[in-house]
């Protein structure tokens, strides 16, 4: 008999991800497959795999589960594994609420940054608290082709290198991740983001993500953003007292953030899911081995 496995496809300010719901922990998703899903000729696309997993059935995920039922397994497209997603953080949301396993309002995913907490408002946007950012001292340097700027190292979980730009277009193709110098500042690779600003609190950004390549967004990027261009702008939460929201627009739309002086950061943006099939049983085959 052949196997076959439901998947789901959703974005998030079009950072896109095959959903796989698996409650009970019973697939074993090696890197080649989730590559293999996320292939956008061969498979069925996407910049990360949301594998859906009962947070008591995935060991990673156990010892959460008295505070949230779901565990976002997330991989990067090229089947590595990162610590967090933003923007699949909400499109895990909007597939949980779509197979009705939570209804509008509040709820707790597990991720391996933590236990995050979601808000599902009535209009379709999704809120999450992305917790507190950590900024790592050192100065850290982008470099594109014969330009280079120094970056802000901030880790939301994941680490990220954000350099302030003239113009988006400097970053040039993306085709290739962006040397970070040095290197010894990240140790597990990095998301780079490229920021310009538009306006009084409000910035656009491009990324080069660890794992995806160039996407048309990133959460915990948009997040690593607002923190360091509230430094940036003498706004940081904890020195002013005040909370900061920054507008970042991202290539896929536009995601609001708001640091508070507590440190804690929401982002809030949209979530969509656009499809849902079974893949292939004789591609599986073939795949899986
Ligand atoms: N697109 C994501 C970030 C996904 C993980 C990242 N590529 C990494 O390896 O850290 C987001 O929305 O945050």
């Not at 409650?23 to 498979?43: F, I, T």
């Not at 699949?88 to 509040?106: I, M, N, P």
């Not at 709820?107 to 999704?126: E, F, M, P, Y």
């Not at 507008?247 to 953030?257: A, H, N, S, Y």
């Amino acid at each position: 008999m052949s196997t076959r496995i439901a998947f789901l496809k959703g974005h998030g300010t079009e950072n896109d991800f095959v959903i796989v719901p698996d409650p009970e922990n019973a697939l074993d998703l090696s890197p080649a497959a989730v590559a293999a899903l996320c292939d956008r000729r061969a498979g069925i696309g996407g910049d990360g795999v949301l594998r859906v997993v009962r947070s008591a059935a995935h060991p990673e995920a156990r010892a959460m589960a008295g505070e949230a039922e779901w565990f976002m397994d997330y991989r990067n497209g090229d089947g590595s594994i990162a610590e967090m997603c933003g923007n699949g953080s909400r499109v895990f949301a909007r597939y949980l609420k779509h197979a009705g396993h939570v209804t509008e309002g509040d709820l707790a995913i597990a991720t391996r940054a933590g236990v995050k907490t979601v808000h599902i408002a009535k209009n379709g946007d999704i809120t999450i608290g992305m917790g507190r950012a950590r900024l790592p001292e050192g100065d850290v340097t982008v470099t594109v082709g014969e330009r280079s700027w120094p970056a802000r190292n901030v880790n939301m979980g994941n680490p990220h290198a954000v350099a302030f730009v003239a113009d988006l277009a400097h970053a040039g193709d993306l085709y290739t991740a962006p040397p970070v110098s040095p290197a010894s500042a990240y140790p597990d690779g990095v998301n780079v983001e490229f920021v310009v600003d538009r306006g009084p609190r409000h910035v656009a950004m491009r990324v080069h993500e660890r794992g995806s390549g160039e996407t048309r967004s990133c959460g915990t990027g948009a997040c690593a953003v607002a923190v360091a261009t509230a430094r940036r702008d003498g706004a940081d939460p904890a020195v002013t007292g005040t909370p900061a929201t920054y507008t970042v627009d991202v290539p896929g739309g536009r995601l609001v953030i708001t640091e508070r002086p507590d440190g804690e950061i929401e982002m809030t943006g949209p979530a969509v899911i656009v499809a849902e099939g079974e893949v292939d049983a004789e591609w599986l085959a073939q795949t899986f081995g």
